[in-house]
């Protein structure tokens, strides 16, 4: 178990350029979130993969967003025309829901903190 | 969606048991208590998670009140490395116990453990 790892650890932009984050899930996990955090705030969440399918996405997901999962495996999200309001770190969790399973844990990377100037 | 209250702030001396409160007044039936920590500078961790009874873990106990409308996460004794924010989720499940897996976080409790 090597855990959820996100790339890059940190990204510095300057407005209106484009973002891709990546994000390594657990090898057998089904499902893959994407939350953004902002200082002293509780993480919110954005959308939510369950294998390749796109099953939820936030209001908090405008247009600029872009999310994919391609194969089910890794994810990928997109920020396009950065705003200064981007500016946070972005968290992706995995977990491994079953049917009928009660547990849904979910594990978290560490994180992509994005800065846009 | 039923909400969460906790305190904003807590503090613990070293070895000693500590005692961190949450209110979900609005709890339904299938409302799992779920309870994740995020320690500087990292992304948030699964501690503890339960339904109706008691549950107990390598890390926390989780006492829930009997009409469900409040839990108490235990943390025996605590170590400066459980300093951290605390957070205390509710998530859906559903009649066949699986549940929705979307994690809505509040603002948490701040613990601060004084050596």
């Known amino acids: 178990d090597t855990g959820v790892s996100q790339d890059p650890r940190h990204k510095i932009t300057k407005r209106g350029q484009n973002v891709t984050f990546r994000c390594d899930p657990i090898s057998e996990h089904n499902r893959l979130y994407w939350y953004r955090q902002t200082l002293g705030q509780g993480p919110e969440f954005l959308t939510y993969f369950q294998n390749e399918a796109q099953l939820e996405k936030s209001r908090l997901l405008s247009d600029r967003f872009s999310a994919e999962r391609p194969k089910g495996s890794f994810s990928t999200l997109e920020i396009q025309r950065t705003e200064q309001g981007d500016s946070a770190m972005y968290l992706c969790?995995?977990?491994?829901?079953?049917?009928?399973?009660?547990?849904?844990?979910?594990?978290f990377g560490p994180g992509t903190r994005l800065t846009v100037l | 969606d039923a909400k969460t209250t906790q305190p904003n702030s807590m503090e613990s001396n070293e070895e000693e048991p500590v005692h961190l409160p949450c209110n979900h007044s609005?709890?339904?039936?299938?409302?799992?208590i779920h309870w994740y920590r995020q320690l500087p500078s990292q992304g948030p961790e699964y501690v503890i998670h339960?339904?109706?009874s008691n549950v107990n873990n390598r890390m926390a106990s989780l006492a829930i009140a009997e009409d469900r409308k409040s839990s108490t996460l235990i943390l025996h004794r605590a170590t400066l490395r459980d300093a951290a924010v605390y957070y205390c989720i509710l998530i859906k499940g559903n009649a066949g116990g699986t549940s929705y897996g979307k994690l809505t976080f509040g603002q948490g409790t701040i613990l601060t453990v004084h050596p």
């Open positions: 969790a995995s977990s491994l829901q079953l049917t009928g399973a009660t547990e849904g844990k979910q594990y």
């Open positions: 609005t709890i339904s039936g299938t409302d799992y």
């Open positions: 339960g339904l109706t």
